[in-house]
């Protein structure tokens, strides 16, 4: 029977979602065909909550379930005009990709310029959403998501050495998320001027989120004792994997092998927690050398494919 669709209704729904999300991860063999519970929790408690991606998410999620109450598929965006299907292996039929993709472009489609786009995301490996996207006048974009993964099997972990003066460590005490938050400002932020600079409350967000640990919280430290870099760990117990988010150099840093050591350095501690995976994504050419040198080679390719909806 065809599942039914209806809106997100509040915080149940996003246990719910988060636990489907789980669900399906360990169902695709832990290949992200869609989202992990942890890039749910980044985008509600960051990009939605700190960085405005959207008003709120109440208004944005669309949910499909069977007959006996049991979540099929879920539609989501990321920020304005786009469209992730997050979608039961088992339900994945040509007639539910559509109806999804009819209500992503009555919802989820973002207007500028006097038209409405929207781009909608499909993995490499899915030949049947790729062909119903081309015919229905989507075509792939130029900036895809490059998915990195690293099995944890007690393989030896790539070498990282820090330059003279330099240490890793975890993030400290509260005293010091002005620090963390100014070195997250400058790693992304590098061509605005520092009185746009908007404070650090933010990062309360940010251990706000459910898989936050601050042992996973993991900074490059320079002689002088600034935060130079960083990298953040969310560590998923239950499919044992931990995916990277962010990870960033300050780019008076850069070019030290910091991001190498931050990450390796992730990976360590993802092992003593028992951890077998380790999964990163990386749009840049500068982002995607760094995690091929840490992660290994083969990295796997969600597309954005792109309409004018008129």
């Given at each position: 029977m065809?599942?039914?669709?209806r809106?997100?209704?509040?915080?149940?729904?996003?246990?719910?979602?988060?636990?489907f999300?789980?669900?399906?991860?360990?169902?695709?063999?832990?290949?992200?065909?869609?989202?992990?519970?942890?890039?749910?929790?980044?985008?509600?408690?960051?990009?939605?909550?700190?960085?405005?991606?959207?008003?709120?998410i109440?208004?944005?999620?669309?949910?499909?379930?069977?007959?006996?109450?049991?979540?099929?598929?879920?539609?989501?965006?990321?920020?304005?005009?786009d469209?992730?299907?997050?979608?039961?292996?088992?339900r994945?039929?040509?007639?539910?990709?559509?109806?999804?993709?009819?209500?992503?472009?009555?919802?989820?489609?973002?207007?500028?310029a006097g038209?409405?786009?929207?781009?909608?995301?499909?993995?490499?490996?899915?030949?049947?959403?790729?062909?119903?996207?081309?015919?229905?006048?989507?075509?792939?974009?130029?900036?895809?998501?490059?998915?990195?993964?690293?099995?944890?099997?007690?393989?030896?972990?790539?070498?990282?050495?820090?330059?003279?003066?330099?240490?890793?460590?975890?993030?400290?005490?509260?005293?010091?998320?002005?620090?963390?938050?100014?070195?997250?400002?400058?790693?992304?932020?590098?061509d605005?001027?520092?009185?746009?600079?908007?404070?650090?409350?933010?990062?309360?967000?940010?251990?706000?989120?459910p898989?936050?640990?601050?042992?996973?919280?993991?900074?490059?430290?320079?002689?002088?004792?600034?935060?130079?870099g960083?990298?953040?760990?969310?560590?998923?117990?239950?499919?044992?994997?931990?995916?990277?988010?962010?990870?960033?150099?300050?780019?008076?840093?850069?070019?030290?092998?910091?991001?190498?050591?931050v990450?390796?350095?992730?990976?360590?501690?993802?092992?003593?927690?028992?951890?077998?995976?380790?999964?990163?994504?990386?749009f840049?050419?500068?982002?995607?050398?760094?995690?091929t040198?840490?992660?290994?080679?083969?990295?796997?390719?969600?597309e954005?494919?792109?309409?004018?909806?008129?």
């Amino acid at each position: 029977m065809h599942p039914n669709m209806r809106p997100y209704q509040g915080e149940d729904d996003y246990w719910r979602l988060r636990a489907f999300l789980r669900e399906v991860f360990l169902l695709n063999e832990r290949h992200e065909l869609g989202w992990q519970p942890a890039r749910l929790d980044y985008w509600r408690w960051h990009a939605v909550a700190n960085c405005q991606a959207l008003p709120c998410i109440e208004s944005y999620i669309f949910l499909w379930e069977t007959a006996d109450g049991q979540l099929a598929a879920a539609l989501n965006p990321e920020g304005p005009g786009d469209a992730h299907l997050q979608v039961h292996p088992a339900r994945a039929t040509p007639a539910l990709l559509n109806e999804m993709i009819d209500v992503a472009e009555a919802h989820l489609a973002h207007a500028r310029a006097g038209r409405r786009e929207l781009t909608i995301w499909a993995h490499e490996s899915d030949a049947t959403r790729r062909e119903i996207l081309a015919r229905r006048g989507y075509a792939p974009g130029a900036w895809p998501e490059h998915q990195h993964q690293r099995e944890l099997d007690g393989s030896p972990l790539p070498d990282a050495t820090l330059p003279p003066g330099y240490s890793v460590r975890s993030l400290g005490e509260a005293s010091e998320l002005p620090a963390r938050s100014w070195a997250s400002w400058r790693a992304f932020h590098p061509d605005e001027p520092d009185d746009a600079y908007q404070g650090w409350e933010w990062y309360h967000n940010i251990q706000r989120c459910p898989m936050y640990r601050r042992d996973l919280d993991i900074v490059a430290v320079a002689p002088d004792g600034a935060i130079a870099g960083f990298c953040t760990v969310w560590y998923d117990d239950v499919t044992r994997t931990g995916t990277f988010e962010p990870v960033g150099i300050m780019p008076e840093h850069q070019q030290r092998g910091l991001g190498r050591a931050v990450m390796v350095e992730g990976l360590r501690r993802l092992e003593r927690l028992g951890g077998t995976l380790a999964v990163v994504g990386g749009f840049s050419v500068a982002a995607n050398a760094l995690y091929t040198s840490v992660m290994g080679p083969g990295a796997r390719r969600l597309e954005p494919w792109e309409k004018n909806l008129g």
